[in-house]
């Protein structure tokens, strides 16, 4: 089912955020940062994994160099953060209803805004491969627990955003796959796949990449795989 991941992400982000609300305080930073590099490394082999699909790696460094420059040009990280910072700014306050909609927003723009949402919720609607959002719901579940201990029971309600936005991800890519060519699906997959591996080494703590800016790299293979195609060069 296309949309397993993102129910298996929500269903741990709601478990999180009840839990939390008792438990959280236990989850010392050593122990949460162990555990980030942990999932890091199991990351970066799925995204090597997936990365051997393609068969062109001219494709792939192509999508990635074309990519990183749209990216960049577009600033998506940089919007990101000031839109995040924005909302948290205004919903910031001393009063209880204040701190209950900081704690859900502050739950739903960590575990919502980034590229390893997006990137498997592609890959669970195309392949119905969803590694990427395991691996995403147990990073979430560690970081709401946490917050649960700060906001209470808030983040738990984050649960339902990541439903909508993963879940509607992964149906659309279901229902576009059947028109895209086996051909760019795979190197859409490798490219995909290479920026979950990038995702990897920023929990492990090698570099803080501004992995949002490379988004637009997964999808330059729809239009350099025909390209080469008709140049007899794939």
């Not at 949460?32 to 490394?41: D, E, S, Y």
């Not at 790696?57 to 940089?78: A, E, H, P, T």
């Amino acid at each position: 089912m296309a949309i397993t991941g993102a129910l298996v992400n929500a269903g741990l982000i709601l478990l999180a955020g009840v839990l939390g609300r008792f438990f959280g305080h236990f989850i010392q930073d050593d122990l949460a940062k162990a555990i980030n590099q942990v999932l890091g490394l199991s990351v970066v082999l799925i995204a090597i994994q997936g990365a051997l699909t393609t068969k062109s790696i001219i494709i792939v460094i192509l999508s990635m160099v074309v990519g990183i420059i749209i990216g960049q040009l577009m600033d998506i990280d940089g919007r990101l953060n000031r839109w995040g910072n924005r909302i948290q700014s205004r919903l910031a306050g001393p009063d209880p209803e204040s701190q209950f909609a900081e704690g859900l927003v502050t739950a739903v723009l960590i575990t919502c805004v980034g590229a390893m949402g997006i990137v498997g919720a592609i890959q669970s609607g195309l392949y119905q491969d969803h590694a990427t959002l395991f691996a995403k719901s147990i990073l979430d579940f560690i970081i709401v627990l946490i917050l649960g201990a700060t906001y209470g029971m808030s983040p738990a309600f984050a649960s339902l955003p990541i439903l909508f936005y993963e879940g509607g991800i992964a149906l659309l890519a279901q229902w576009l796959a059947p028109y895209l060519p086996e051909a760019s699906l795979n190197e859409l997959s490798a490219v995909g796949s290479l920026l979950i591996g990038v995702i990897g080494l920023s929990l492990f703590g090698v570099k803080d990449f501004k992995v949002s800016n490379m988004l637009p790299a997964t999808f330059i293979p729809l239009i350099l795989v025909p390209l080469f195609q008709y140049l007899d060069l794939y």
